[in-house]
């Protein structure tokens, strides 16, 4: 089953960053951010695709009741703002840092179709990567609209392992290492964080899970 919320094989960065290719490197730099610097806003002009070196970028919109709805937080290794490969020329969504030490790599539409025209494989992992966002983010709106809570967190919880889970030898746990806060979570899933504070301790009471601040230890797999 592919993640709702994560790419597969998710350091692109290593793949696409423009460094890896010499007739870019000299032309190319990285940006750096700190918590709470926006990479680009709704209704700016499309024409860079984005790869996270490092730290964190939050994406999202607004509601027309002024409410912010966060679809995806991202981490090293992965790509966003992609739309525009596909000729769209306004943003539709924000991107904002939440690390302190954020750094991405600004690649321009142009180039990007340079190094798609040039290898195929490249070509091939982006459109790959485009269709799995598109199928994640559709999956992602029906758990938000049908399903409560508990059942967001514990399908969010089963995605989640395929990225960051392993087996813990000893007990037979499945232990999710894993880079979010609960805040990152919270919203993630559209809840507050309080209630998914809640919800976090009636399973670990059930003992279905126990965690801590970077791990989440699932007793019975969701």
């Known amino acids: 089953m592919s993640a709702i919320w994560f790419f597969e094989d998710a350091n692109l960065f290593k793949v696409l960053c423009p460094h890896k290719f010499k007739r870019y490197k000299k032309d190319h730099d990285f940006d750096a951010y700190r918590k709470n610097d926006y990479i680009y806003f709704e209704e700016d002009s499309a024409n860079k695709v984005y790869l996270i070196e490092k730290g964190k970028v939050k994406i999202g919109y607004c509601a027309e009741d002024g409410h912010e709805v966060v679809k995806a937080i991202l981490t090293k290794g992965e790509i966003f703002g992609e739309k525009a ?62 399903k409560d809570t508990k059942t967001r967190l514990l399908e969010f919880l089963n995605e989640l392992k395929e990225d960051y889970g392993h087996c813990c030898p000893d007990t037979g746990d499945m232990v999710i290492e894993h880079p979010y806060t609960q805040k990152d979570i919270a919203n993630l899933i559209g809840t507050s964080r309080p209630t998914l504070n809640i919800i976090l301790n009636e399973l670990k009471e059930s003992k279905i899970l126990d965690f801590n601040r970077k791990e989440i230890r699932l007793k019975i797999v969701a």
């Open 85 to 146: 490969i596909l000729g769209v020329n306004k943003r539709t969504e924000f991107a904002q840092s939440v690390d302190n030490t954020t750094s991405i790599c600004p690649i321009g539409v142009e180039t990007m179709h340079g190094l798609m025209r040039d290898n195929q494989s490249f070509s091939l992992r982006i459109y790959k990567f485009i269709g799995m966002r598109f199928k994640r983010l559709e999956r992602r709106l029906q758990l938000l609209l049908f």
